[in-house]
């Protein structure tokens, strides 16, 4: 997982990067190490993280770390589909404020 992560990048138009967590069992600390410097990243390009179907161990390991309250507990989704709505509500909410068109959701791993 951590070198998926590593190779993870946004284009200048990404609003929302969903990261799917299904096939992620257990998260270490490398890996906590690399979800975080990904967030450092998102924020540094004005991306926001969406995590969708977090496993039992590495939801315990990123609340432990701090991760959860850092990203945001809403930006935790059961599944890619509600990880997907969400982001088009914030996307639809974001153009409604602004008047922005054609922004993309784009969905990683």
């Avoid at 590593?6 to 906590?32: A, C, N």
């Avoid at 179907?53 to 809403?74: C, I, S, W, Y």
């Avoid at 509500?89 to 993309?104: N, P």
């Amino acid at each position: 997982m951590t070198d998926r992560i590593t190779d993870i990048s946004v284009k200048e138009f990404t609003k929302y990067l969903i990261i799917r967590m299904r096939g992620v069992p257990s998260l270490d600390s490398s890996g906590m190490n690399a979800l975080e410097n990904l967030y450092d990243y998102c924020e540094e390009n004005g991306v926001k993280l969406i995590f969708s179907h977090a496993n039992e161990q590495p939801m315990k390991t990123m609340r432990r770390a701090g991760f959860v309250d850092l990203v945001g507990e809403e930006h935790f989704r059961p599944n890619i589909d509600d990880a997907i709505a969400h982001a088009r509500e914030l996307l639809e909410a974001e153009e409604a404020g602004k008047g922005v068109k054609g922004a993309k959701v784009e969905k990683a791993a």
